[in-house]
């Protein structure tokens, strides 16, 4: 994952309401009228954030008759955080390796 990819589903996470979403479907797979009976905001609302969500892998969604249904998508998850401990921590790839500290 690169760093514009990363800095992108960021961006999308840092929505309280959507982080709250990740958090309700933690829980297993939910229809909207589950997450909408939770929160108070409109269906629109709740649109709006399940496509961000879906549209950057966060969570699936499947279509049974006239519900939808969410899920997390535990492996772009698991990618997220593996790359946050890549940044954590001093590795091959780090960027610092490249840089000479106190050449400026």
Request: charged share 20%; glycine share 2%.
């Amino acid at each position: 994952m690169s760093y514009k990819e990363l800095s992108a589903i960021l961006k999308v996470l840092s929505d309280p309401s959507r982080l709250e979403i990740l958090d309700l479907l933690s829980c297993g797979e939910l229809c909207a009228c589950d997450l909408l009976e939770h929160f108070q905001f409109s269906q629109p609302t709740l649109s709006h954030h399940m496509k961000s969500l879906v549209d950057n892998e966060l969570v699936t969604t499947r279509k049974d008759g006239n519900k939808h249904w969410y899920q997390l998508n535990h492996a772009i998850l698991d990618d997220i955080i593996q790359n946050l401990n890549i940044i954590n921590t001093s590795n091959q790839r780090c960027v610092c390796k490249n840089v000479k500290s106190g050449d400026c």
